[in-house]
T-cell receptor, first 114, second 113 residues
């Protein structure tokens, strides 16, 4: 497709389970961002990739959060031992070049932890 | 971390009216961005601003990078029903050329027919 694709669109997990969220950026886009958006709030930065390199992970809230982009295209955000406060929409965005702001967002994965 | 404030939090206007909203920060920014988000979708980039005083338009939308570099404004002229949504400002602090763009809490716009 032409846009950023995220899967699954919805994920329900029990507290303590591990989850993996996938992002397919626009083909050829160098920059990839992950954001977390709690209900009724603005997105909060989690991490940034330039190609396969994770250049900024300052927003990851704990060591339970891990992101990778091994071939510089698809990215996965993994959350281990999920907790209720991890419930949020996880947004992925990509940009054509390095140094640019998030240009194109996906529609997100809504994660609910029971 | 850096906090952005958006004003107003929400607004109800009549179709055809002009809309103004703003965003302020406690520190100086080198980039200001405005996004619109519809329910169940990701934010859509409307306007990007890179220089103090810069005024940029995108159709009926006009945004300005404040002279103090601590604020930005978004105006929508002649509002229509599809303008309904949440408008987020975002930005990056000066001397920060990393990719940590901070978002505000949003302004929720409702348009009455």
């Amino acid at each position: 497709g032409a846009g950023v694709s995220q899967s699954p669109r919805y994920k329900v997990a029990k507290r303590g389970q591990d989850v993996a969220l996938r992002c397919d950026p626009i083909s050829g886009h160098v920059s990839l961002f992950w954001y977390q958006q709690a209900l009724g709030q603005g997105p909060e930065f989690l991490t940034y990739f330039q190609n396969e390199a994770q250049l900024d992970k300052s927003g990851l809230p704990s060591d339970r959060f891990f992101a990778e982009r091994p071939e510089g295209s698809v990215s996965t955000l993994k959350i281990q031992r999920t907790q209720q406060e991890d419930s949020a929409v996880y947004l992925c965005a990509s940009s054509l070049s390095r140094g640019l702001q998030p240009q194109h967002f996906g529609d997100g994965t809504r994660l609910s932890i029971l | 971390g850096q906090q952005l404030n958006q004003s107003p939090q929400s607004m109800f206007i009549q179709e055809g009216e002009d809309v103004s909203m703003n965003c302020t920060s406690s520190s100086i920014f080198n980039t200001w961005l405005w996004y619109k988000q519809d329910p169940g979708e990701g934010p859509v980039l409307l306007i990007a601003l890179y220089k103090a005083g810069e005024l940029t338009s995108n159709g009926r939308l006009t945004a300005q990078f404040g002279i103090t570099r601590k604020d930005s404004f978004l105006n929508i002229s002649a509002s229509i029903p599809s303008d309904v949504g949440i408008y987020f400002c975002a930005g990056r602090e000066i001397d920060n050329y990393g990719q940590n763009f901070v978002f505000g809490p949003g302004t929720r716009l409702s348009v009455l027919p």
